[in-house]
C-alpha cells in the first residue's frame, strides 16, 4: 500500500468515527423518571412535590421535593419523605432508619431520615 494510500485510510477512520452518537443497549434501557406528583391544598397550592420512591419502585412513600411548605425541611444531611397517611412504611422508616416524624399535610406523614 503507498504511503498516500495509507494517509487516506486513516483519514477515512478518523472521519468515520465523527458521526452522530450511536444509542447503546444500555442507553435504551435507562427510563426517564416520570415528573412529580403535584400534592396542592384546598386554596389550590402546591403543598407536596412528591418525586421518586423511597425504598424501591412500588413504595408509597416518596422523597419530597421543595415547596413553601416544605422548605425549612430540606437539607442536605437527610432526606425528606412523604407517606401516606395510613401507611405501614411509616413505622418501619421510624425503626429502621430512624426516621423523625416532622407534620402531616394534605393526607401525608412529613419525615425527616438521616442519610448516613
Not at 495509507?6 to 465523527?18: F, S, T
Amino acid at each position: 500500500m503507498k504511503k498516500n494510500e495509507l494517509g487516506l485510510l486513516l483519514l477515512i477512520i478518523i472521519l468515520a468515527g465523527c458521526g452522530e452518537k450511536t444509542t447503546t443497549i444500555t442507553d435504551m434501557h435507562k427510563e426517564t423518571p416520570p415528573p412529580p406528583q403535584i400534592i396542592k391544598a384546598g386554596d389550590g397550592q402546591v403543598v407536596l412535590r412528591l418525586m421518586h420512591s423511597f425504598r424501591g419502585s412500588d413504595d408509597p412513600c416518596k422523597t419530597v421535593g421543595e415547596t413553601a411548605a416544605t422548605a425549612n425541611y430540606l437539607d442536605h444531611t437527610s432526606w425528606l419523605v412523604a407517606c401516606p397517611i395510613d401507611d405501614a412504611g411509616i413505622e418501619d422508616i421510624q425503626s429502621n432508619m430512624q426516621g423523625q416524624i416532622l407534620e402531616t399535610l394534605e393526607g401525608y406523614v412529613l419525615l425527616n431520615v438521616p442519610k448516613n
